[in-house]
């Protein structure tokens, strides 16, 4: 049985959805359709997106980034630059959406948390089979129906589905989170990673990072805003675990 995160982050989803006008209804519903998209697939076996299947990743993705040394979450503030270093062996990279972009040829991910919007990048991730955490919430339904429909085509990516309503699922989690970038870092929480562990590139909360994706400059920043509160309930040193701010 996975755990639920702490009360605290599930209740700042609701005053998010609050602050921009958004329907908890529209989140259960992406949520309920993506998880019936994948498990009534017609060829759900074969592209590894059954609940057994999808449950497997999860379990690996969970193995190697407790094996690890070091994690390091990749936020769309990134420049490649900052990837360009000598990192330990035993370092674990998570990208959030978009972000992957900047890290295929340089290091090795370990999945990719994304709601969707970081195309092209997602697509060349999971050619890569690379493994996606990929999440639905009102306004992404398309963005999901999408990737789903040409998939199939590169043999199938292995995924691990999440959400952002208080509705119970066994092969779909709410990991607590909002934007992509602290949803990672909430998955590493929920997954039982120490926050010592963890450290940060990429993570700008004053500027639309280079890739974000299609989005809307203004209402981006103050997601951004929302990301920081998050971060800080996770981890209220985190800024000080920011590789590329020192």
């Not at 998880?35 to 999808?54: I, K, M, T, Y």
């Not at 690996?60 to 062996?89: M, T």
């Not at 035993?90 to 340089?106: N, Q, S, Y």
Request: glycine fraction near 8%; include cysteine; proline fraction near 5%.
């Amino acid at each position: 049985m996975w755990p639920s995160p702490a009360p605290r982050l599930l209740a700042i989803q609701h005053e998010v959805r609050h602050h921009f006008g958004w329907s908890y209804q529209d989140d259960v519903s992406s949520a309920s359709s993506l998880r019936d998209a994948c498990n009534n697939h017609p060829e759900a076996e074969r592209l590894g997106w059954s609940p057994r299947q999808r449950n497997e990743t999860l379990q690996s993705v969970q193995q190697a980034i407790l094996d690890a040394k070091s994690i390091v979450l990749v936020g769309a503030g990134v420049y490649a630059k900052s990837l360009e270093r000598q990192w330990d062996d035993e370092t674990v990279f998570i990208a959030a959406d978009g972000a992957v972009g900047a890290c295929l040829g340089r290091v090795n991910v370990a999945c990719v948390v994304s709601d969707l919007d970081g195309e092209p990048y997602l697509s060349q991730a999971a050619q890569h089979g690379i493994p996606l955490v990929i999440h639905a919430h009102g306004d992404n339904l398309r963005a999901w129906s999408q990737c789903l429909n040409k998939w199939p085509a590169t043999g199938g990516v292995p995924l691990v589905l999440t959400h952002q309503s208080d509705e119970i699922y066994e092969d779909m989690h709410n990991v607590g989170g909002f934007t992509d970038g602290d949803r990672a870092a909430c998955f590493l929480a929920w997954l039982g990673v120490s926050k010592e562990k963890i450290r940060y590139v990429g993570f700008t909360t004053d500027r639309v990072g280079p890739w974000s994706g299609t989005t809307e400059p203004v209402r981006k920043l103050a997601k951004l805003k929302w990301m920081e509160q998050v971060l800080f309930l996770l981890d209220p040193s985190w800024k000080t675990r920011r590789i590329d701010a020192q």
